[in-house]
């Protein structure tokens, strides 16, 4: 093990040595020599001197171009290129001065094995970027203004993650083109998108129909759709305003092989969800639907490959689930028996936050909207697919919540675990939690928010005695609100769990 961690740490070491770091800045040269010093001027000349390993620094401020910057070069999955916003700032790529032209792409990644980090890329003639290479990452980067879809993949782009990136606001002048992100046309396999918004484009949010490809296989991962077929400005555009658009083709009869996972579709004008004639598989797993013209678009289709698939599983609407084909594998989603679902199963219906800064690792912010209330009939009442979850089974929705209606979680244990209701409750700011234990036991007991973020570790993984026992939570640093606890206990000897129970209180200052 240690001769191994040296290795890693001779590797890192050789890597400074050998791989270059290259700087782009808005007051350099390109007759600069590219360092921190003497940075370049212009992204395409810093590119054509980077080697595979080689890490491009771009600084922060707007850097304009009028023309397309292309991306050729070939890295490995062991060399990658790097081209990161430098710690700290945020670069603005604008091409607003470019002419409105197919031919106008601000970015055309053609290479392999690119890693770009923190760029806003804006203002384009048309994609902002386009991605025809493979095995890219494009990651924590926004894409807006732009005069067709913000970032596009086709000409065979595959197995490119696309990573907690932004596309809002793209509007081509006929509105029907721009979409947010679009795995589309002769898109090739193996493309994924996590943690992805795309809002107020003009056509759809994410657009997977196909020309010239087929039967390729897009991921989508906790990823958000909405507004999309209004303008920037909140008016109606001429485009179609579906939100995930999975499929689709000239004839309807190819095959784009959709997987989405606790993505969240609301106040898209047309379709939330929308199959659009697309014959390949969709799998929707956890995903939920609000406002949108209809939730989901799913229906009206017959496979002519009896190898594809229609699946939803613990999917989730709030209103009128919309229109799905009578052939789908359908399981505990939320507008099935014997659910029925009202704003009251939700933390907050408020949009209010979703096109917020996000967090500083790059991931969505964390909201209350279209999670699960306490007590809500879909916490652990879906069906396990293979997603995490807490409690005795999945939730049915997009967000997993951190508390079970599962009361008591007695893992055969005779009745004398007890985690009891805190006193005095509300309180303020100080109130006593009491748990009683038959044995001796190692005890966990945390506080969470409504969002179900822990807030207090009370204690964490102690050893206390059988019998009666009795913590004072002290709420001083806290706000008002409800909270939920809950316990933990583990057997003595063997670190198994033994018993779960949460309950809620309610902090009034
Ligand atoms: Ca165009
Ligand atoms: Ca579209
Ligand atoms: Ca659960």
Known sequence: MAKYKLLILLILMVRSFIFSQIYVSVDGADTNSGTFEFPFKTITKAVSV????DTIYIRGGVHQYNTTITISKIGTS??????FAYPGERPI??????????????ISLRGNYWHIYGLDIKGAGDNGMHIRGNYNIVENCAFYENRDTGLQLSNGASNNQIINCDSYHNIDPGEGNADGFAPKMDIGTGNYFYGCRAWQNSDDGYDGYLRGANNVTTTYENCWAFKNGYRADGSISLGNGNGFKMGGSDDKTLMHNVIMK???AFDNRV??????NNKGSMILYNCTAYRNGQNYGMGGIVYTDSGKVMTLINCAVLGGVGSIWSGAIQQTNSWMPPFSVTSADFVSIDTAGVRGPRNPDGSLPELPFMRLAYGSQLIDAG?????????????????????TNSIVNDYNEPINFKLYQNYPNPFNPKTTIEFSLPENAIVSLSVYNILGQEVVKLTDRELFTAGRNEIVFDASNLISGVYFYRIIVESAEKSTKKFEQVKKMLLIK
Do not use: H, W
Not at 78 to 83: D, S, T, V
Not at 271 to 276: E, L, S, V, W
Not at 383 to 403: H, K, M, R, W
């Open 50 to 53: 980077a080697n595979p390993g």
């Open 78 to 83: 062991f060399n990658k290129y790097y081209m």
């Open 93 to 106: 790529i604008d091409f607003s001065s470019m002419v409105t032209s197919d031919a106008n792409r601000g």
């Open 262 to 264: 606790n993505c969240l």
């Open 271 to 276: 379709k939330g969800f929308d199959q659009n």
């Open 383 to 403: 069906t396990d697919v293979g997603l995490p979850y807490f409690g005795t089974a999945p939730d049915i929705g997009a967000y997993e919540s951190n508390y």
